[in-house]
């Protein structure tokens, strides 16, 4: 198998937190970190609690050959065009058109969802606060996740889920969540016996609800699709464990 002609890369993503197996707690900074090992390019990464030190002034961004690049679709398109190989080459047209639809519908709808179940429902507030709690220095804490709780309540009505009740976000998340279990069916990932770039996305988004903790009936829901648990389980075991 060759190796990508890559230079070092550095990953700055939000750290872990609450215990979970995963390097990040940021879903696009999963997504990015697991497409590279998926690739097997070597990486470093760099716990980055504070976005706006990024281009983008979001996280994930990284440092490769003295560049800095912010956005995770714009930093995996400039990879994949220098990796050397292409895990999606034997996808049909309609697989690809399928894979750039399920990544659509995780990044612009499914994280508005995972957000507000994890940082602006009440009852999983009590736990989201344990993510401020660990990455903030005590003098700081209550009055930055706070204000950061409010920028992202503002932000999720101006995105529109935000918008409605409490009901209706849970009812769009089921509706996503059920929608990839459908299409995932009894594979082993989204398009068969392989990985495919769409499971970095996946994989991303569905274990960030597996292993972080919420009160909210959508992670009980997710719970109960036994193919999406053991989907996050099986990359979890390739990718991430020793």
């Known amino acids: 198998m060759s190796q990508p002609t890559l230079g070092p890369i550095t990953v ?26 998926m690739y097997e390019v070597p990486h470093t990464m760099v716990a980055a609690n504070d976005p706006r030190k990024g281009p983008k002034g979001k ?9 800095t690049i ?32 399920v990544r659509r519908m995780f990044d612009e709808h499914y994280h508005q969802v995972w957000e507000h179940q994890l940082f602006i429902d009440d009852a999983a507030w009590v736990r989201g606060q344990e993510f401020f709690n660990a990455a903030l220095p005590p003098v700081v804490r209550v009055l930055v996740r706070n204000l950061i709780r409010h920028d992202l309540r503002k932000q999720l009505h101006a995105r529109g889920v935000g918008r409605h009740k409490d009901a209706d976000i849970i009812r769009m998340g089921v509706a996503d969540l059920d929608a990839t279990a459908a299409l ?26 597996r292993y972080t903790p919420s009160p909210s009936p959508l992670w ?11 989907y996050c389980d099986r990359v979890l075991e390739r990718y991430f464990k020793p």
């Not at 996280?59 to 560049?67: A, V």
């Not at 995932?184 to 609800?209: C, E, H, S």
């Not at 009980?220 to 053991?230: I, K, M, P, Q």
Request: proline share 6%; aromatic share 10%.
């Open 184 to 209: 995932l069916g009894d594979k082993q990932y989204f398009f068969g016996d392989a990985p495919t770039d769409i499971d970095a996305t996946v994989f991303a988004f569905l274990a960030l609800t």
């Open 12 to 37: 700055h993503s939000f750290a872990p937190a609450w215990g979970i197996p995963v390097p990040t707690c940021s879903p696009f900074g999963l997504k990015l970190i697991t497409w590279l090992k």
């Open 59 to 67: 996280c994930p961004w990284i440092e490769i050959d003295g560049q």
């Open 70 to 101: 912010g956005d995770s679709e714009l930093i995996l398109e400039l990879l994949k065009a220098r990796v050397g190989r292409d895990l999606d080459s034997g996808l049909t047209a309609e697989q690809k058109a399928t894979a750039l639809a």
């Open 220 to 230: 009980s829901h997710f719970r109960g699709l036994t193919n999406l648990t053991a």
